[in-house]
């Protein structure tokens, strides 16, 4: 008997660790911007199978919502959806900029939100250039700029992600902005220490 009870804690135990190990990222917070489609939604969602409590950024606040409604929650994790503009603001970020999310709390920072481009430059709209150039640069440069220095304090470790493309180093038609745009993000952060680069097309 006392045999068996032992046995079935033991079996408990390792229950809980095999659970925990199978959770990597449990207890860490991650912000996505864009995580409510495409690449940062994927993100988002692995993020999330892993254990992360996700922030997720969206310029809607219906999408945002339901993309967190569709995350993994198997370890009880948090997710909060916020409404979120990225190529609105010229500054580094505020708390009440984020809808009261502390900053101080984020352990990786996801730069997916991006703009994509499908015309020859000549026909391009200034509003849209500006647009690309604001979303896909100047919204990754304030997002680092508002959590690289809160991740340093810390001196827990963080990690900061910037999404990149292939287009950045050989274009393409119909691209010129959009390729401009990610070339500036790598040109940008290829020497500072702690940023990683994740590319894709």
Known sequence: MVFRHVAVKLHRQLVRHLSTAQLPLLGKHCL???????????????LASEGANCVVLSRSLSAAREAIDKLAVTAGQAHVAVQFDVSKTRRMWTSD???????????????AAGVAQH??????????IENIISTNLMGTIFACRTFARPMMR???????INISSVL???GARGSTVYAASKAGIEGAFI???GIGFFSAQ
């Open 32 to 46: 996505i911007t864009g995580g409510s489609r495409g690449i940062g939604n994927a993100i988002a969602a692995r």
């Open 97 to 111: 900029d984020l809808g009261g999310v502390n900053l101080s709390s984020i352990d990786v920072l996801i730069n």
């Open 119 to 128: 015309t020859f430059l000549f026909t391009t709209p200034e509003s849209e």
């Open 154 to 160: 810390r001196k827990e470790g963080g990690c900061i």
């Open 168 to 170: 950045a180093g050989r």
């Open 191 to 193: 020497a500072f220490l």
